[in-house]
């Protein structure tokens, strides 16, 4: 079992940055891909970014792309997601999720998430 743990949101204003952490235990991290999404009121849950087991290949979604930086720290068991030039439209709640075999943007195709953590950005 894996364990997510997310932090790091808060209450930003537009053009902000916040940088969210994913702490895992139980088990390594270090072989799963891991993935980034959120979650605004009201809306489905959205892929935002994933970081391949190596952090060799990273993959954004188009409205997040040149803003947020995933990155990951495999002797720390963490995941990070950089967010900058932050919009009121980023406001959601964001979870991480790791994949044992999955490279995919696809949330129900990954085996373990966290519990989410709130960012909202002021206009």
């Known amino acids: 079992q894996v364990q997510l743990v997310e932090s790091g949101g808060g209450l930003v204003q537009a053009g902000g940055s916040l940088r969210l952490s994913c702490a895992a235990s139980g088990r390594t991290i270090s072989s799963y891909n891991l993935g980034w999404f959120r979650q605004a009121p009201g809306k489905e849950r959205e892929f935002v970014s994933r970081i391949n087991w190596t952090g060799g290949s990273t993959n954004y979604a188009e409205s997040v792309k040149g803003r947020f930086t995933i990155s990951r720290d495999n002797a720390k068991n963490t995941g990070y997601l950089q967010m900058n030039s932050l919009k009121p439209e980023d406001t959601a709640v964001y979870y991480c999720?790791?994949?044992?075999?999955?490279?995919?943007?696809?949330?129900?195709?990954?085996?373990?998430w966290g519990q989410g953590t709130q960012v909202t950005v002021s206009s």
């Open positions: 999720a790791v994949s044992r075999f999955g490279w995919t943007s696809t949330w129900s195709q990954y085996d373990y």
